[in-house]
């Protein structure tokens, strides 16, 4: 029996708990297959599809700074990736096509989204601080969810406007004027790499925000970033993007294996271990 090869493309991946995920998966189900990490620079990204088109990988998921990136050298994108013009998770076909498939959507509906349902209504003032191809899929699973009233910031501003481009409907904040708009915001979603293990972090404190404001954190690896602890000290309620990752993970896994991974307390409790 041969054994599939998967693995994640990014750069950095040493916060990515992935292959924990996906090879507790794998043993579970007694699928002979691995998953690593695969750091590579932009100009592999080529490489790494023709390995998938040979058969040498039989998918891999695309992490920052690649999910757009990766577009141009897939056969088509589907569903959720076509509306947002973001992959994070591509596999090959019966027909021998290189697809691209985006399942953060799905991680931010069951991880994010539905907590948002029971603790705030349509009418919320969102803003998304990020402009890479994980806030299009925030914008898209809240637009989903009937929201219109979402704002954007990011430190580079034309990325954010190109981002309005496809979503008119989303208002463009200099990020120079955070802190200076962040009072009238509902719901903060950080989809930047800002927080994340071993990186740099916020240089705004966020002093205005709402008591009754909610802070989402796509981060999962640190547990807590500088800036959840900051907010928690103060009240604030807040959520990391852990849920986020474990069900865009199962979603990823089905597509590949054709089975729906369970999310077992065994599972939780080997990545909280590995968080701390």
Same mark, same amino acid.
């Given at each position: 029996?041969?054994?599939?090869?998967?693995?994640?493309?990014?750069?950095?991946?040493?916060?990515?708990?992935?292959?924990?995920?996906?090879?507790?998966?794998?043993?579970?189900?007694?699928?002979?297959?691995?998953?690593?990490?695969?750091?590579?620079?932009?100009?592999?990204?080529?490489?790494?599809?023709?390995?998938?088109?040979?058969?040498?990988?039989?998918?891999?998921?695309?992490?920052?700074?690649?999910?757009?990136?990766?577009?141009?050298?897939?056969?088509?994108?589907?569903?959720?990736?076509?509306?947002?013009?973001?992959?994070?998770?591509?596999?090959?076909?019966?027909?021998?096509?290189?697809?691209?498939?985006?399942?953060?959507?799905?991680?931010?509906?069951?991880?994010?989204?539905?907590?948002?349902?029971?603790?705030?209504?349509?009418?919320?003032?969102?803003?998304?601080?990020?402009?890479?191809?994980?806030?299009?899929?925030?914008?898209?699973?809240?637009?989903?969810?009937?929201?219109?009233?979402?704002?954007?910031?990011?430190?580079?501003?034309?990325?954010?406007?190109?981002?309005?481009?496809?979503?008119?409907?989303?208002?463009?904040?200099?990020?120079?004027?955070?802190?200076?708009?962040?009072?009238?915001?509902?719901?903060?979603?950080?989809? &930047?790499?800002? +927080? #994340?293990?071993?990186?740099?972090?916020?240089? =705004? !404190?966020?002093?205005? *925000?709402?008591?009754?404001? %909610?802070?989402?954190?796509?981060?999962?690896?640190?547990?807590?970033?500088?800036?959840?602890?900051?907010?928690?000290?103060?009240?604030?309620? &807040?959520?990391? +993007? #852990?849920?986020?990752?474990?069900?865009?993970? =199962? !979603?990823?896994?089905? *597509?590949?294996?054709?089975? %729906?991974?369970?999310?077992?307390?065994?599972?939780?409790?080997?990545?909280?271990?590995?968080?701390?």
């Amino acid at each position: 029996m041969i054994k599939k090869s998967f693995g994640i493309i990014g750069k950095p991946l040493s916060h990515s708990l992935s292959p924990t995920l996906h090879n507790y998966w794998f043993k579970k189900y007694k699928i002979f297959a691995d998953y690593s990490l695969l750091e590579i620079e932009l100009s592999e990204i080529g490489e790494i599809i023709k390995k998938i088109r040979c058969s040498e990988l039989q998918g891999i998921n695309v992490t920052v700074p690649y999910k757009q990136a990766v577009i141009p050298f897939l056969d088509l994108i589907l569903d959720d990736a076509k509306e947002t013009l973001s992959v994070n998770t591509v596999s090959l076909n019966e027909k021998g096509q290189v697809v691209g498939h985006n399942t953060d959507v799905y991680g931010l509906e069951y991880g994010f989204v539905n907590k948002l349902n029971s603790l705030n209504s349509e009418q919320d003032k969102i803003l998304i601080l990020g402009a890479g191809g994980v806030s299009l899929s925030v914008i898209y699973a809240l637009f989903k969810r009937g929201t219109k009233k979402i704002s954007i910031s990011n430190r580079t501003l034309k990325k954010a406007e190109d981002i309005r481009k496809k979503f008119p409907f989303v208002e463009v904040i200099n990020w120079e004027n955070l802190e200076t708009n962040i009072n009238s915001m509902d719901v903060i979603i950080n989809a &930047t790499s800002l +927080g #994340l293990k071993n990186g740099d972090d916020f240089k =705004q !404190e966020f002093k205005d *925000i709402k008591p009754s404001a %909610i802070y989402y954190d796509i981060i999962y690896n640190p547990e807590n970033t500088a800036m959840i602890k900051k907010l928690k000290e103060r009240g604030i309620k &807040t959520f990391n +993007g #852990l849920e986020m990752f474990i069900y865009q993970g =199962q !979603e990823s896994f089905s *597509i590949w294996n054709k089975i %729906i991974p369970e999310l077992d307390e065994e599972l939780k409790k080997i990545i909280f271990k590995k968080l701390r």
